[in-house]
């Protein structure tokens, strides 16, 4: 009686690890968390009940999340608190004029560090600065200038066919606006001090547009509108108040504002990363750029693999190229190789949707808005280099 009351114990515990692994299957992001025992002992379940194959599809999903680059990129998971008042409501129709240019004119200047004394040391973290670029595996493909490092089943012979072909994002001429910059997670902040120690109880969100992502797209905005090229810059927090479907809001936002205007060719989802080393320090990605410390950027790009409905991906991939073409030649060291991965973060609305990572929640905003204003110059050259072809 004994051994089948543990038998059928063991059974039940077979039952809730197969429950969670499913979860984990159908939600990869979660599997990041491996410092977890329970996110270890899921996955070994998952991995004893899948058919041959199974193992395999797990262990790639999995892996992708891990060999990005060293230190790995753990994505966000949940909605941690942010670290100001909340700001008032947006307005529900953001003007073309919202983009308050005013502020995006200045650099902000990082304020001095206070000493690590004033930190708890239960909560003293690590940062780490790394200029991250290509290795010498076959994941780079290389441009005229930059990378694209290649996170899919596709050979690189068959992505350099697909780069060979020729870009098809023309701006037209005429005043209607024509790229679209927002934030499905405009809450993403920045490490207030530029420092090798860090706080680690503090959450890097904010609500106050200038002090996070809001504000970096303020700055690619007013580059692009000095270059004669029409913007729309929406504000909208769609991770705010509530984090868990944000990218079902910024995809109605991205919708509205092209039913609006016909003539959004380019719509930039403008995000920070979050970098740690595996042992959890914090890592901040940065080039010196004419004498000045500068966050290095990374410009993601999905691929469908079949199942994602993006038909477009392939426009995608050679603006990702051509903007990182241009970026690497004014500003060397400026970027992070190309993303190319198998991702959908909307990239489905246009041919020419692209999720740009600004730096990391080790650097500061002052870093990363020199990188905004270096990027939307390299994003406007770009685009005007395809008018009137």
């Known amino acids: 009686m004994r051994r089948m009351e543990d038998f059928r114990r063991l059974l039940g515990l077979a039952a ?65 608190p942010v670290s100001s008042v909340p700001a008032e409501e947006p307005p529900a129709e953001q003007s073309r004029t919202e983009s308050r240019p005013e502020m995006a004119a200045a650099i902000p200047q990082t304020p001095e560090s206070p000493s690590i004394e004033t930190i708890a040391p239960q909560n003293r973290g690590t940062i780490t600065e790394k200029m991250f670029s290509a290795d010498q595996s076959s994941l780079y493909i290389p441009l005229a200038a930059g990378y694209i490092k290649n996170s899919t089943n596709l050979s690189n012979q068959q992505v350099g066919a697909i780069l060979a072909q020729p870009l098809e994002l023309k701006l037209e ?30 959450t890097w969100r904010s609500t106050d547009n200038t002090q996070n992502v809001v504000y970096l797209g303020d700055i690619i905005t007013q580059q692009l509108e000095q270059a004669g090229i029409g913007v729309i810059h929406d504000s909208t927090q769609h991770d705010y108040p509530s984090y868990n479907g944000s990218y079902e809001r910024s995809a109605a936002t991205i919708r509205k504002w092209l039913d609006q205007y016909p003539s959004i060719k380019v719509v930039i989802d403008v995000h920070r990363d979050a970098v740690e080393s595996p042992a959890g320090n914090l890592i901040k990605p940065v080039a010196m750029i004419n004498g000045e410390k500068t966050a290095q950027v990374m410009i993601i790009c999905g691929c469908d693999d079949g199942t994602m409905n993006m038909p477009q991906w392939d426009r995608n991939l050679r603006w990702a190229a051509a903007l990182q073409t241009t970026a690497e030649t004014l500003y060397p060291g400026l970027t992070r190789p190309v993303f190319f991965c198998y991702r959908k973060y909307n990239m489905d609305l246009t041919g020419g949707s692209l999720l740009i990572e600004f730096g990391s929640h080790g650097n500061t905003l002052e870093e990363t808005a020199r990188a905004a204003q270096y990027m939307g110059r390299a994003m406007a050259e770009t685009l005007l280099s395809t008018a009137g072809e």
């Not at 990041?32 to 991995?47: D, I, N, P, R, V």
Request: net charge negative; with cysteine.
């Open 173 to 202: 001429s005429g005043s209607q606006p024509q790229v679209l910059i927002m934030h499905t997670h405009a809450t993403e902040s920045f490490e207030p001090f530029d420092r090798d120690f860090c706080d680690t109880s503090y």
């Open 16 to 80: 809730a690890f197969a429950v969670l692994a499913g979860s984990l299957a159908a939600f990869p992001v979660l599997s990041t968390a491996l410092g977890s025992f329970l996110g270890k002992a899921a996955a070994a379940s998952a991995m004893l009940q899948l058919p041959e194959g199974g193992i395999s599809y797990l262990r790639g999903r999995f892996a992708d999340q891990l060999v990005q680059d060293e230190p790995v990129s753990l994505p966000e998971v949940s909605a941690p």
